[in-house]
């Protein structure tokens, strides 16, 4: 399988504290994204890091990039209750065939902020 | 805003029946992706197409096919449902020919199939 994996599986921290989730992948990529789920709805898009970037901040947001582990990480500082929610990473993967590309899941990370 | 809209967020079908779930963006995006997601399994890409009328296999297309006759449209068919395709089904678009833009997602259609 291709995907990759997220740890840890479910988190589950008070208001206030930070979260940090992790993704591993598999093979080399030009950018990797972190979107958020809500229960029951649909992905949302919440930052995009670039292979030769580092690090980037969006707000409460913090994102790793080490492509020499194929890992990266998602902080989210002061949480709230409004974090709750499932996150996932996403990594591109062209296909040189068509000259096009698809994106790769993680399994995701179940947080939970207790307030 | 980017509105990607999918047809039912429930639907309960038949085994054997053919399925169709429907997919409509509103900004003109040229790459339109389908996923099942299942819990422990994260997201799985069935097909997605980056034109009108072409499509390309994803991980787990077996059991599926697609259409995408006009660009804002992008449908996914269950040829014969079977209870393994009972899922999470979510349709995303992404502009572009390149990975550097964000996908965005309806709210996903539940399929149970009994």
């Known amino acids: 399988s291709q995907q990759g994996e997220e740890d840890p599986q479910a988190l589950s921290i008070q208001e206030g504290e930070n979260a940090t989730m992790n993704c591993s992948y598999k093979t080399s990529i030009n950018n990797l994204q972190w979107y958020r789920q809500n229960s029951g709805r649909g992905l949302v898009h919440l930052i995009l890091?670039?292979?030769?970037?580092r690090e980037k901040h969006s707000g409460r947001l913090r994102v790793t990039l080490d492509t020499s582990k194929k890992s990266s990480s998602l902080l989210i500082t002061a949480s709230r209750a409004a974090d709750t929610a499932s996150y996932f990473c996403a990594t591109d993967a062209p296909n040189f065939h068509s000259g096009t590309y698809k994106y790769i899941f993680g399994t995701g990370t179940r947080l939970k902020v207790l307030a | 805003d980017v509105k990607v809209t999918q047809s039912s967020r429930y639907l309960v079908k038949r085994t054997g029946e053919k399925v169709f779930l429907e997919c409509v963006q509103d900004?003109?995006?040229?790459?339109m992706f389908w996923y099942r997601q299942d819990p422990g399994l994260g997201l799985r890409l069935i097909y997605f197409?980056?034109?009108?009328?072409?499509?390309e296999k994803g991980d787990i297309p077996e059991g599926y096919s697609v259409s995408r006759e006009k660009k804002e449209r992008f449908s996914l068919i269950l040829e014969s449902a079977s209870t393994n395709q009972t899922s999470m089904y979510l349709c995303?678009?992404?502009?572009?020919?390149?990975?550097?833009?964000?996908?965005?997602f309806g709210d996903g259609t539940r399929l149970s199939i009994l």
């Open positions: 197409s980056y034109d009108v009328k072409m499509k």
């Open positions: 900004m003109d995006h040229e790459n």
């Open positions: 995303a678009s992404t502009t572009g020919q390149f990975s550097n833009q964000p996908q965005h």
């Open positions: 890091i670039r292979s030769n970037e």
